[in-house]
């Protein structure tokens, strides 16, 4: 008996069409933006129309193929994604460039990249003709069997085959965090974003999605949901990548943060701060379980309890996560727990065919449809 329902949100509860966008948004602001590679400073803008936006994230994930690709590897965060695709068409770009500028490549990629890096990567590249190319990226990594994490290694292989540089600096650090900055500029907006990073805006004018969430049923058939497992019995808790900011904000204006114990909602923001304690760097979003254990211990237990905890644990058919994507299930095989696939996530009833491969408990068609199993 199901006495523990843990939810993602982005493809459960509320739509990632937006992120999407931001997503797509970010990585052409760093290609074009002055502020960046500048490629085409003339063409940025902090204001696009959905016209626009849906043009440029048509080419930069090419149909969203580009997406689909990296979340069948199990990359779940969109930080992630930003990063690999702009670390992608970087060295795509370098490439066009290598026999006169070796020496300058290797000086580049031999340490991390920051903002001046890529202003002088940018100046020289102004001077020759290069052009972008994002359907390179899913014939390119499917020549790779890397999943999750191992994807970011696999851009330093990209380096020393296309480039001839032995590099390892392309992991999560200080390019990484550009990429995010720049992708909550355009999530949040000017308003929220000093909040939402810490840092003031590199990039003003952007108005940001936050106020435009979409739930993906009713959000009065969601929130009577919630009643109903609230009422019994059933402890209901979160496990999302989204940010604190970017969960209980639309939370609250939803009026469903009322059902939950916010002991129990983790966000990218617990993971981060575990992460920060590690003594040697790796990463804890999902697919890792700390997310959804996290979520079923609460954030009262310590971040060294959370990752001591025995897997799978016991009573493990008593917790049912809720998911939209393979990161969700190999956390929830992890965690040695039951596992709901929802087919409202970017692949949509396409991603059943996944979910059957990788044996989900359940597949349903809606998150209202976990009532008909409990």
């Known amino acids: 008996m199901i006495n523990t329902v843990l939810f993602d949100v982005d493809g459960v509860l509320l739509s990632e069409e937006h992120y999407f966008d931001a997503s797509a948004l970010t990585v052409w602001e760093m290609l074009i933006s002055s502020n960046y590679l500048a490629l085409a400073p003339e063409q940025f803008k902090t204001e696009y129309t959905e016209a626009e936006i849906n043009h440029i994230r ?6 969203d193929q580009v997406l689909k690709f990296m979340k069948s590897r199990g990359l779940n965060a969109n930080w992630d994604m930003i990063y690999l695709s702009f670390g992608h068409q970087l060295i795509h770009l370098l490439s066009q460039i290598k026999e006169d500028e070796a020496a300058n490549i290797t000086q580049w990629l031999t340490k991390p990249i920051n903002y001046e890096t890529l202003r002088d990567i940018g ?15 899913v014939d390119e990594f499917s020549q790779s069997d890397a999943t999750k994490q191992e994807l970011f290694e696999y851009l330093n292989t990209l380096s020393r085959e296309k480039l001839g540089v032995e590099t390892s600096i392309f992991q999560k650090g200080e ?35 936050l106020a435009n969430e979409t739930t993906l049923a009713p959000a009065q058939e969601i929130a009577a949901l919630f009643q109903h497992l609230s009422s019994s019995g059933i402890t209901i808790g979160i496990g999302t990548g989204r940010p604190d900011l970017e969960t209980i904000q639309p939370f609250k204006h939803l009026n469903w943060l009322k059902y939950f114990d916010e002991n129990r909602i983790i966000t990218a923001d617990e993971v981060s701060m575990a992460e920060q304690e590690l003594t040697e760097p790796k990463s804890l979003s ?13 954030k009262e237990t310590s971040v060294l309890d959370c990752l001591n905890a025995h897997l ?14 393979l990161a969700d299930l190999l956390a929830a095989r992890q965690l040695g727990c039951q ?16 979910f059957e491969k990788h044996e989900a408990d359940y597949i349903l068609d809606s998150v209202l449809d976990i009532t008909t199993i409990l």
């Open 58 to 63: 048509g080419n930069v994930f090419q149909n």
């Open 175 to 209: 390019l990484w965090s550009i990429c995010e900055h720049v992708s909550q500029e355009w999530y949040v907006g000017d308003e929220n974003v000093l909040a939402s990073t810490g840092r003031p805006s590199v990039q003003t004018g952007k108005k940001g999605f």
């Open 123 to 137: 100046t020289v590249l102004s001077q020759y003709q290069v052009e972008l190319n994002f359907s390179l990226f």
């Open 312 to 325: 799978p644990i016991q009573n493990g058919e008593e917790v049912l996560v809720v998911g939209d994507s």
């Open 339 to 354: 596992f709901a696939a929802v087919l409202t996530g970017l692949s949509g009833k396409d991603a059943r065919q996944d």
């Open 286 to 298: 999902k697919p890792h379980p700390f997310t959804y254990i996290m979520g079923l211990k609460g």
